[in-house]
């Protein structure tokens, strides 16, 4: 794209987010302040991720971009046109194939291994923001590892509605230091940060911070002796494309108005709907 | 100065290393001519240093040597020079800070990445003082070695990251272009 | 695709130059606020902006932000003297009369506000373009140098630092005044002009006397590389608030008993913002904060107008999986109070 500098942001910029991504990896589950450029898309709708993935792209990169799980979702197509504009970079929808993977809150559902980043789009990397609106304030609870207010709201939720109600940004413990925002991703893709042989990068582009979990870190969701984490229940149902019974799934309507459940992984849905034929049961 | 594509490959590379410590990982070779024998710790230095931060030089042979290096360092990056207690990197050469790494900036408790990377030329990576290491980043434990670093460095530096998140972050970089990272957030036996 | 010549030539151009002269006069006051919001001097670029985004300032100013970001920094200016303003437009609060006179210049302020329906079929002329180059512009003592002389102006808490740049470095609290200063010249008109308002109403204590309001042309001016003199590179419109942050009902005065300013200082004509600038200027120092618009982190997060709109319209986005897992609570919570 004439104009422009390869991947979009000039070298001064990348430096600047190089370093910063070092520092995260180095501390995991920290958050690291950075200057956050405008970029030619809105905040709020990627600019983080889109740092990330422009600061570490390069040639021989393979890019996946996915919102909701979905590769064929406006803003994902949006991301992936500018960043192939600048890059020139193979694109794929095939996550097996994909070295970067940029998400919108999911993880896909297939094995990821030690060649593969993930990147996050984070709306909101503060995970105590919910009881705390003061940055200084969160920032001093981090430093001295106090996060007491945290362990009251959950207990209040389950005093007042049987259970905590965190659904997707669900609170986790990193590295047994850092209370940490997994991004708006459902429960259902906690358990996979754990112990992961895949890098996983966080990025706010409006809040301007980026944070990161090792492969092979402790990732821990907060829970009680008697309260602990759960993932979403589909009381059984399976995907009315694939027959998968062990995905993540979202309401939907067929054409004539019947409920139905769909994968929110579309591309782990078309293979197994190419392997398992129409509406095949899942084994 | 360093290419685009080419900073953006050793960035990988010393992403790849940081994220997992004790992983040897190779840098690509690129034409450079500094005034030191190994090359390969400016890859590094190119990649990262910018006017908005500022690096030292410790243990070069002489007085004449580190002003040389400086120069070379600055003229490429437009990186200053700056105190040791304010360097944001640090190339280190003799295998040892010998005992400096104290007054090194380790960040604050709510700023813990305001804190500085050392860079290490070593003789040869795989070989020499073997670690033991574990924590984030490494599947269990892993031993790694390292020829051309002092057991007191290895010592104070344990020291100097003990009270994590608070810490130095390093990276050995040995003459055959080998890498090989241990953030503060690893633990080291040996 | 071949080459294809324009034809019609030189009446086109002409008549073409007419009309984005007429759009310039007529929409220059939001072509000042997209330059001050987009944080960008460039007025031809505003106006492009503004067209290309139907009308949409918030969306000109995204546009403008996002260009800024992409070019090169070569260097910085020297600090503007508004001393040397050429001014168009000067009034004061605080005395009747001031150095030079209370001139009114281009302003509503005094008109009523009748829709003149005849305007709407009116082409404007090209008027008159007169310049006085060669001539110096007069100058005018600043209202706050004659209060300064007097002992009454208290001296500025911070001085003579390296500006804090917003754009560059992560903003950490609590801000230095610079800080804050760049992040008000680039806020958001209507959010700025909210908390200003709400501070005058009585959430904050800040409700000041206007020193002196200006509206001119300072020129640009930086150090030339080689003879190291002040080189003036081109002039920008401007408009300064200087407000007294003391006036009606409660008298708020420093320790030493002296009067604090509160500054504005922004593109173009745009003395709604100077003004809320130099109250929220005024609010954000406040040393106990109470209110809104004196909590830092309240103000600065939020008078953004890029951030907050790409945030609020981020809504638009899908969300269903996170509704899914959200869902899943609340039939968890049914089924808990059974």
């Not at chain 1, 996979?192 to 821990?220: D, M, Q, W």
């Not at chain 2, 001519?33 to 243990?59: C, Q, R, S």
Request: charged fraction near 30%; charge should be negative; aromatic fraction near 10%.
């Amino acid at each position: 794209m004439k104009g422009y500098n390869y991947a979009f942001l000039d070298e001064f910029t990348k430096r600047e987010i190089r370093r910063k991504i070092l520092k995260a990896v180095a501390i995991p589950g920290y958050q690291v302040p950075f200057a956050s450029r405008e970029m030619p898309i809105a905040k709020g709708w990627g600019t983080g991720g889109l740092q990330v993935t422009l600061s570490l792209i390069g040639d021989s990169d393979v890019l996946k971009v996915i919102d909701q799980g979905s590769d064929d979702s406006v803003n994902a197509i949006n991301i992936k046109t500018l960043v192939q504009h600048t890059t020139d970079v193979k694109l794929t929808n095939d996550t097996k194939e994909a070295s970067i993977i940029q998400t919108r809150h999911r993880i896909p559902e297939e094995y990821l291994n030690e060649d593969q980043t993930i990147v996050f789009q984070v709306p909101f990397p503060e995970p105590l923001r919910t009881v705390e609106p003061s940055e200084q304030l969160t920032r001093r609870m981090h430093a001295e590892k106090d996060y007491s207010k945290i362990w009251l709201y959950l207990y209040e939720n389950i005093v007042q509605y049987g259970d905590i109600i965190f659904g997707a940004r669900y609170p986790v413990m990193v590295n047994e230091r850092y209370l940490m925002d997994p991004s708006p991703i459902p429960r259902w893709d906690i358990p996979r940060l754990h112990n992961a042989a895949f890098l996983s990068l966080f990025c706010a582009g409006r809040e301007k911070r980026v944070y990161a979990i090792p492969p092979y870190t402790k990732v821990e969701p907060l829970e009680f002796e008697d309260y602990k984490f759960e993932v979403e229940n589909f009381d059984g149902k399976v995907c009315a494309r694939c027959g998968s019974g062990d995905t993540f799934l979202t309401k939907s309507v067929d054409d004539k108005g019947n409920e139905i459940w769909l994968c929110s992984d579309t591309s782990f849905c078309e293979k197994r709907r190419k392997k398992n034929g129409l509406f095949a049961k899942s084994g | 100065m360093i290419g685009i594509f080419d900073a953006q490959l050793v960035f990988r590379k010393v992403l790849d290393a940081m994220a997992r410590p004790g992983k040897v990982v190779k840098l690509p070779d690129i034409s450079l001519n500094p005034p030191a024998e190994n090359k390969y710790p400016f890859f590094i230095l190119f990649t990262l240093l910018d006017h908005e931060v500022e690096f030292k030089v410790l243990g070069a042979k002489n007085m004449g040597n580190t002003e040389k290096m400086s120069r070379y360092i600055t003229s490429n990056t437009r990186s200053r020079e700056s105190s040791l207690e304010d360097a944001d990197f640090i190339l280190i050469y003799g295998g040892s800070s010998r005992g400096r790494i104290h007054e090194m900036k380790r960040g604050t408790l709510e700023y813990p990445d305001e804190s500085t990377t050392l860079i290490y030329d070593v003789e040869r990576i795989g070989t020499g003082m073997l670690l033991t290491i574990s924590g984030p980043g490494i599947r269990g434990e892993r031993k790694t070695a390292i020829d051309g670093i002092e057991e007191e460095e290895i010592r104070d530096m344990d020291m100097v990251n003990s009270e994590f998140p608070l810490g130095v972050d390093a990276i050995f970089s040995d003459r055959y272009g080998n890498i090989l990272a241990l953030p503060r957030s690893t633990k080291v036996r040996w | 695709m071949g080459y294809v010549a324009v034809e019609g030539g030189e009446d086109a151009i002409n008549n073409a130059k007419k009309v984005v002269e007429i759009f310039r006069r007529e929409n220059r006051l939001a072509i000042d606020q997209v330059m001050g919001e987009g944080s960008l001097y460039a007025p031809e670029l505003a106006e492009l902006a503004i067209k290309q985004a139907e009308g949409d300032l918030v969306e000109a100013s995204f546009l403008i932000r996002a260009y800024r970001s992409t070019l090169p920094r070569i260097g910085y200016s020297e600090p503007i003297d508004t001393h040397d303003m050429f001014v168009s437009r000067q009034i004061s609060s605080t005395f009747k009369d001031i150095p030079g006179g209370q001139i009114l210049g281009a302003t509503r302020d005094y008109t009523q506000r009748l829709l003149e329906f005849e305007r709407s079929d009116e082409v404007e002329e090209e008027g008159e373009e007169s310049s006085d180059a060669s001539e110096d512009p007069p100058k005018f003592e600043k209202v706050v140098d004659v209060m300064r002389e007097d002992g009454l102006i208290a001296e500025p808490l911070e001085n003579s630092e390296e500006p804090f740049d917003i754009t560059r470095d992560s903003l950490q609290f609590p801000l230095s005044r610079s800080a804050r200063l760049q992040a008000l010249a680039r806020g958001e008109n209507g959010a700025m002009l909210a908390l200003a308002y709400s501070s005058l109403r009585g959430y904050g204590s800040v409700h000041p006397t206007i020193a002196e309001l200006r509206v001119g042309y300072v020129k640009v001016k930086i150090k030339h590389p080689y003879t190291k003199n002040e080189v003036s590179i081109g002039e920008i419109l401007a408009t300064e608030c200087e407000g007294i942050l003391s006036g009606v009902g409660a008298t708020m005065l420093s320790e030493d008993a002296k009067f604090s300013l509160g500054y504005g200082l922004v593109f173009g004509q745009n003395e709604r913002k100077a003004i809320s600038m130099a109250i929220l200027d005024g609010t954000t120092s406040v040393k106990e904060p109470e209110a809104p618009s004196e909590d830092q982190e309240f103000v600065f997060y939020h008078i953004d107008g890029v951030d907050a709109m790409g945030f609020v319209e981020h809504l638009k986005l899908p969300h269903y999986v996170t509704f899914q897992s959200s869902l899943d609570r609340v039939k968890k919570a049914k089924e808990a109070k059974k």
